[in-house]
């Protein structure tokens, strides 16, 4: 019969693992620490910073495209996923101020993504929406900001 070899405490408690790391890190026991596992587990926590980041941003871009070259569609609930999104955005950059940097470098990528599915969910063609992003990076972190249709005139709305 073949012996089993344990598997290391990460796989089978992750949170434990957690705890125990804390405390190698709190008391200065760094010889005793799984630095392999630790480096992987931080590099992991950074790309899910950046994903959500890219996922917050093309949500409000989607709703805002939406809002303005489908203006008799406009909905509360496509303001509110608006403010929401934008208050994410707004949230990660306070937390991590250098992750502005990577948003302007993903603005035009996701912008394009946005694009598509702004598209896909109107049934408008998918030339109706330009190609260069109508709004800034700007715009898109200002939860109050909405943008106006062709020919439409700002109202005293309260949302701008």
Known sequence: MLATVPKPLYEQDFNLWL?????????????????ERLIEELKGMG?????ALASNLRVVLLHLLKWKYQPTKR?????????EHSTR?????????????????I?????????????AE???????????????????????????AEGEERRDSGIN
């Open 19 to 35: 705890e125990e790391t804390i405390q190698l890190l709190e008391t200065g026991r760094l010889d005793q620490l799984d630095a």
């Open 47 to 51: 790309a899910s910073q950046r994903q």
């Open 75 to 83: 909905s509360r609930s496509g303001s509110a996923s608006i403010i």
């Open 89 to 105: 955005l707004l949230e990660a950059l306070a937390d991590s101020p250098s992750l502005k940097h990577h948003l302007g470098e």
């Open 107 to 119: 603005f035009l990528k996701n912008y394009l993504v946005a694009r598509k599915s702004a598209a």
């Open 122 to 148: 109107t049934g408008l063609a998918l030339a109706v929406f330009p190609e260069a992003p109508p709004f800034g990076l700007e715009d898109v972190l200002n939860p109050d900001y909405r943008p106006l």
